[in-house]
Structure formats: structure tokens, C-alpha cells
């Protein structure tokens, strides 16, 4: 024996043309979503970037202590002296090392050149 269904039937081409094109304000607000979402990614690409960065940095090493370099006096007759350590106080440079402390007079230096020297070897010294 046979039973009849119905059988209902569409074209796929008519259910596709049935739908409504997407029109100008959906397509905005996709692209408003879109660029949102890029945005928030950029953004969290900068934070681990950062993050690496900053992990770079503190695992680094510190660089070397360079010994302090000596410091050139130029005396007025010509002849020089290097000192380690030094103080300034009114017109008297002290050169002091760890068995005694000695006393110059600032009007024995050659100050200009004394600052020339120093400056062409990358020291810095203030004199007045």
C-alpha cells in the first residue's frame, strides 16, 4: 500500500533572493565591531610587548663599573700629575688617596689645560 506525503518544495535560488541585501547601516556597525576588535588587539599586542621589553631589561645585566679613571692636573710649568680622588675647596685641590691628602693651590694649575686634557680623554672636571 501507498501512502502520499506532501511534499513542499522550494528553490534555493528563490529562498536566496528572498533575503534582504544588508544595507548601509548594518555594514557600518560591522565595520565599527571590526575596527573595536582591532583596536582591543593592538592594543594587548603593545602590553606584551611592553611587558617583554621590560623583562629584557631587568634580566639584562648592569653595565660593568669602570674604575675611576684618573684625572690629569696640568701645573703652570708644564709638568702633570694624575689623581684618583679630589676635592675643591675655595682655591686649594686636594688629592686624596687612602695613605695621605695633599694640598695644591689652584693658581699652580693650568686650568684651561687641565680641562682640555681631561675633556680629550672623556673625563670631566670642575674647576672654577
Known amino acids: 500500500m501507498f ?3 506532501p511534499v513542499y518544495a522550494t528553490r534555493y535560488y528563490d529562498s536566496v533572493a528572498e533575503q534582504p541585501p544588508p544595507t548601509v547601516t548594518d555594514r557600518e556597525s560591522d565595520l565599527a565591531a571590526e575596527i573595536g576588535r582591532l583596536k582591543d588587539e593592538v592594543e ?10 621590560q623583562a629584557r631589561q631587568a ?3 648592569p653595565p660593568p ?3 675611576n ?3 690629569v692636573l696640568v701645573f703652570r710649568d708644564g709638568h702633570q ?3 684618583r680622588n679630589y676635592a675643591i675647596v675655595g682655591q686649594t685641590l686636594w688629592a686624596l688617596t687612602e695613605q695621605r ?3 695644591i693651590a689652584l693658581s699652580n694649575l693650568n686650568v684651561e689645560g687641565t680641562k682640555k686634557v681631561n675633556a680629550d680623554r672623556g ?3 670642575r674647576l672654577p
Open 81 to 83: 700629575s694624575e689623581v
Open 3 to 5: 501512502i502520499p506525503y
Open 44 to 53: 594587548r599586542l603593545r602590553g606584551e610587548e611592553s611587558s617583554r621589553e
Open 59 to 61: 634580566a639584562a645585566p
Open 123 to 125: 673625563v670631566e672636571i
Open 65 to 67: 663599573v669602570k674604575e
Open 101 to 103: 691628602a695633599r694640598k
Open 69 to 71: 679613571e684618573p684625572t
